[in-house]
């Protein structure tokens, strides 16, 4: 490093901010990153991911993480179901015995994110630290104000920090748009133990069952558990006009059950027979396409610039390929406002194509006839 390298703060320690900064690291460039949580098990990182061979896994071997990456993926993973209404299986999809560095390989959440922490120098990150504003110095350099009192100044600030960024509004005036579908969260713990019929239902990977703008998705993750996101398109507020307390597990319970009656049990069983109780999620996503004007100093990666649908299939992957394209033009470019200017010429037309992409996936399969929709998609016959 020399006197003169920018300071670098990337704000949001999720896989593309984290990538990132290991990215810059393996260039000699110091950077740190800040997030809101205590701690690394502050809460649960969430489902299981693949990564695409041309942006993920590409952002890997960029890092050198890729054999570490090889240690906990799932091959198998891979596998897609599709059933009806009635929980009869329409289609399915086993990926063929292969190299597990082939095709796109799944991991959960928390363990990309602890190979990734682990690859980082000792300090890297600064746990507990909410950015409440970012003050604008007039020369490209910003002051970091945060929520526990630190203060820090930057050359080149990144928002790495999801849907609610903290930092988008130096850029943006786009906010997060409700998107008309929820997700109620729930999950099996051990599944293929305790709850066998909708382990071998499931499979080793993706099942999903979409009719008339309702439907289920559970996804395999590692050590037995399955995470069920149970999926309506419904008022943002349907809770609070059905009366309904999120907090009462046996009235919400009640209450999807009537959403999904005429269904078959061997789907329902996913409603009731939870060991994780009911976690309601909006979908949000920011308007497509969502882009802004060069500003010295700053930019965005991640949800935090593309907050698309999950139907996209591609958020993870695009937020690591992000911050893979980022490090390496800041670190092969002349000052940083060439790196910025040539990082977002990429950025911009790619993750407005993918976000419509991901929306056309979102209303196609939340919609009157999804289950023909989806399984013409399936099948190729569309």
């Known amino acids: 490093m020399t006197s003169d390298a920018p300071r670098i703060a990337i704000i949001g320690a999720g896989p593309g901010g984290l990538i990132c900064a290991r990215i810059l ?17 502050t809460r649960d990182q969430g489902g299981t991911l693949d990564m695409h061979p ?19 993926a799932r091959p198998e993973g891979q ?14 999809a086993v990926p063929p015995e292969a190299d597990p560095a082939e095709g796109n390989p799944e991991i ?9 922490l682990g690859s980082l120098a000792p300090g890297t990150v600064r746990w507990g630290h909410r950015l409440e504003r970012a003050e604008v110095l007039g020369d490209g ?16 600030l990144v928002g790495a920090d999801g849907a609610w960024s903290r930092v988008r509004p130096l850029l943006s005036d786009a906010v997060p748009g409700y998107t008309g579908v929820t997700f109620v969260e729930t999950g099996l713990d051990d599944s293929d133990i305790r709850h066998p019929r909708l382990a071998a239902l499931t499979g080793r990977g993706t099942l999903m069952a979409l009719d008339d703008n309702r439907g289920f998705v559970a996804q395999r993750n590692s050590g037995g558990h399955i995470r069920v996101y149970v999926g309506m398109r419904t008022a943002e507020d349907w809770h609070r006009r059905a009366g309904l307390d999120l907090a009462d597990p046996d009235a919400v319970r009640e209450a999807l059950l009537q959403e999904f009656a005429g269904w078959g049990e ?19 996503a920011l308007p497509v396409p969502h882009t802004w004007t060069r500003t010295p100093g700053v930019t965005l990666l991640g949800d935090a610039a593309h907050l698309m649908s999950p139907f996209s299939g591609m958020g993870a992957n695009l937020a690591m390929l992000d911050g893979a394209d980022l490090a390496r033009a800041v670190a092969t ?3 940083v406002e060439d790196a910025l200017t040539a990082y977002e010429d990429v950025l911009l037309p790619r993750s407005a194509e993918a976000a419509a992409g991901a929306a056309e996936g979102l209303t196609g399969a939340f919609a009157p006839d999804s289950a023909e929709q989806t399984l013409a998609h399936m099948t190729g016959r569309d």
Do not use: C
Not at 54 to 72: I, P
Not at 142 to 154: I, K, P, S
């Open 108 to 116: 959960d959440r928390g363990q990309l994110r602890a190979i990734l």
């Open 25 to 41: 690291q393996r260039h000699g460039i110091a950077a740190t990153v800040y997030d809101l949580d205590a701690s690394p098990a």
């Open 79 to 92: 596998q897609m179901r599709l059933a009806g209404r009635d929980g009869r299986i329409v289609f399915d």
């Open 141 to 156: 350099t910003h002051r970091l104000h945060f929520a526990n009192g630190a203060t820090v100044g930057t050359d080149l």
């Open 266 to 284: 061997s789907l329902t069983g996913f409603i009731t027979d939870t060991d994780t109780g009911y976690t309601n999620r909006p979908l949000y």
């Open 333 to 335: 470019g002349p000052t």
């Open 54 to 72: 041309d942006s993920g896994a590409r952002a890997l071997r960029e890092a050198g993480l890729w054999e570490e990456f090889l240690k906990s």
